[in-house]
């Protein structure tokens, strides 16, 4: 799922409902306005965001333990070939951003 | 960092200040008001939260992907003998946590 060595991937689940189908993303510590929600080649969806710590080690501040991955982060879904493009939006709340493509309707029987 | 086998760890930057001790720890999809902060035995800060899927696999729903840890986190941090137990605050935005606790003033020089 990586696209680049300096990308880190996040975990992510993929929900299918009867009517559409849920990208779910952790993202703690970036903004909704700050993720950028892409669709390549018509097939893909590219979710992306960069995060970076909010101190800085020097006048004084010194960190004790460094766990938090910073910096671009990114995921890459295939989408389904009943998704409908013209039917995505996204929402972000407490660091999980949801995004939600709508179903194609089936094709009508002849 | 574990306490029991059903507690997951989650990732956490310790930043030391000049006056205070900062505990960041990444929480996302958890509200601030369901996320715990204690003092144990008055020299352990412990962080713990719980966060649960939003969608069950019944009625048409159905997982594709399922990456995102659920359940109960708990993160454990040693206090320094200089953390002033009465004053720790905590805020949360965006799925991060961040605990500050005030050092307590150096002794006076005799």
Do not use: W
């Amino acid at each position: 799922m990586r696209d680049a060595k300096a990308m880190a991937a996040t975990p992510a689940d993929v929900i299918e409902h009867p009517n559409a189908y849920a990208f779910v993303v952790d993202m703690p510590g970036i903004k909704g306005d700050e993720i950028k929600v892409q669709v390549e080649n018509e097939n893909v969806l590219v979710v992306s965001g960069e995060r970076k710590r909010e101190s800085k080690e020097n006048e004084g501040v010194k960190y004790v333990r460094m766990e938090r991955r910073m910096g671009k982060f990114m995921r890459k879904f295939q989408l389904p070939e009943n998704a409908d493009l013209e039917k995505i939006s996204a929402v972000c709340h407490d660091g999980v951003l949801k995004v939600t493509v709508q179903k194609l309707p089936p094709p009508e029987p002849k």
